[in-house]
């Protein structure tokens, strides 16, 4: 089975440019996150969506950030304009939430690594 | 903001020794669960332990959780230089209409052979 897939994996943009970043989740999954990972800051959970809708977005640092999930096998995560305190490695992973309140276990993507200069 | 907290950061040891990392929480849980991250890689879970346990094994790795302290441990035994990598607790945060897992700030294993 394909895990979660992140693209791209590497990117390297100058400030004030757009960025997207995207992800497939594992088949079957239901929930699926967008964490951010720096050495200062560690994990950062950014966005969470259950069922394509979006659950608490409170992690999103910025205005200038936002996410989406038209359908149960895509999202993306959008910084616009972008600035170089962005740069970090961004993980996508999915999961499958069965009863209320009980986090399942997370399936990671391998990331998606972000400079912006 | 973070739920757990990993100690130590960082752990340097040999080959053949055991592995200690701790985790302490804030809030009540009902599930704690270990990842571990290689080097560049996502991170992959390892072992989930219910508010109702008190002892996991899985191999090599042992997990406690002491919900009256909140806190857990996590044990490898008999380490290999390929179990370098980092590890990270990770406790739920739940509203009404979901839960997402918190992650702490890891600790750093590095076995030398």
């Known amino acids: 089975d394909a895990g979660v897939i992140q693209s791209p994996r590497h990117e390297v943009t100058e400030m004030g440019q757009e960025v997207t970043l995207r992800c497939k989740p594992i088949?079957?999954?239901?929930?699926l996150f967008w964490y951010r990972q720096t050495m200062m800051r560690g994990l950062e959970l950014l966005i969470y969506f259950n069922n394509n809708v979006p659950i608490d977005d409170s992690g999103m640092p910025e205005d200038r950030f936002s996410a989406k999930m038209p359908n149960a096998s895509f999202s993306t995560l959008k910084i616009q304009p972008s600035e170089p305190r962005d740069s970090a490695v961004y993980f996508c992973?999915?999961?499958?939430?069965?009863?209320?309140?009980?986090?399942?276990?997370?399936?990671f993507g391998e990331g998606s690594r972000l400079t912006v200069l | 903001s973070q739920q757990g907290e990993e100690d130590p950061q960082a752990l340097s040891i040999q080959e053949g020794e055991n592995a200690t990392m701790n985790c302490s929480y804030k809030t009540s849980i009902n599930n704690l669960q270990w990842y571990r991250q290689n080097s560049g890689r996502g991170l992959v879970h390892l072992i989930l332990i219910r508010s109702n346990e008190r002892e996991k094994h899985s191999g090599r790795l042992r997990v406690t959780l002491d919900t009256s302290k909140k806190s857990s441990s996590l044990l490898i035994t008999a380490s290999r230089a390929a179990d370098t990598a980092s590890y990270f607790c990770a406790t739920p945060r739940a509203n009404q209409a979901g839960t997402a897992l918190i992650f702490g700030k890891g600790t750093t294993l590095s076995v030398s052979s």
């Open positions: 088949s079957g999954h239901n929930s």
């Open positions: 992973a999915s999961s499958f939430s069965g009863l209320a309140g009980q986090a399942g276990e997370l399936f």
